[in-house]
C-alpha cells in the first residue's frame, strides 16, 4: 500500500507543474482560476494539521500537502505578479489609424505645421512648435473646429 501512497503523491506533485512552467513562460494568467489554487492552499494546510494531530507523522500524505502547498503558493504569487497586466492581445485588433479621432488630431496637426511655417515666415526665423500651437489654440482652432463639424 505504501507504493500505491508515494504513487498518489507524486501524482498530485506533478499536477501542478505543467501550469506553473507555462504561466512562468507566457506570463499570462488570464485563464487561470485564482480561487482553485487559494482553496487548494487552504485545503492542504487544513489536511497537513488534521494529519498531524489525528494520526501522527505520515510521511507520504505530509509530502504531498507540502508539496501541493509549495505549488498552490507559487501559483498564487504568479497570479498576482502577471494577472494585473494590460491585456495587449486587444490592441492589434484596434486599428487606430482609421479611428475618426485619430484622423481629427492629424488634421489638427497639420493645420499647426502649416501655421507654424505662414508664422515663421513672417518673422524670418521658425517660431517652433510650442508657440505655433498657442498661436493655434488661442486664435484659429475654435473656428476651426467650428467648420470642421459643418463638413
Do not use: H
Not at 492552499?41 to 501541493?68: Q, W
Not at 498552490?72 to 489609424?97: A, C, E, K, Q
Amino acid at each position: 500500500m505504501e507504493i500505491i501512497g508515494w504513487v498518489y503523491t507524486l501524482c498530485f506533485a506533478i499536477c501542478y507543474i505543467p501550469q506553473i512552467v507555462k504561466s512562468l513562460k507566457t506570463k499570462k494568467v488570464n485563464d487561470i482560476s485564482i480561487s482553485l489554487f487559494v482553496l487548494s492552499l487552504i485545503g492542504y494546510v487544513c489536511a497537513g494539521a488534521y494529519t498531524i494531530s489525528s494520526i501522527g507523522v505520515n510521511v507520504i500524505l505530509l509530502t504531498n500537502y507540502i508539496f501541493g502547498g509549495i505549488c498552490s503558493l507559487t501559483m498564487i504569487i504568479i497570479y498576482f505578479m502577471y494577472g494585473n497586466r494590460l491585456n495587449t492581445n486587444i490592441i492589434p485588433m484596434v486599428d487606430f489609424n482609421n479611428s475618426s479621432y485619430y484622423q481629427f488630431l492629424k488634421q489638427e496637426r497639420e493645420e499647426i505645421d502649416k501655421l507654424k511655417w505662414i508664422e515663421s515666415e513672417k518673422r524670418g526665423y521658425d517660431i517652433g512648435k510650442e508657440k505655433a500651437v498657442l498661436i493655434w489654440v488661442k486664435t484659429y482652432r475654435y473656428k476651426w473646429i467650428c467648420s470642421m463639424s459643418k463638413n
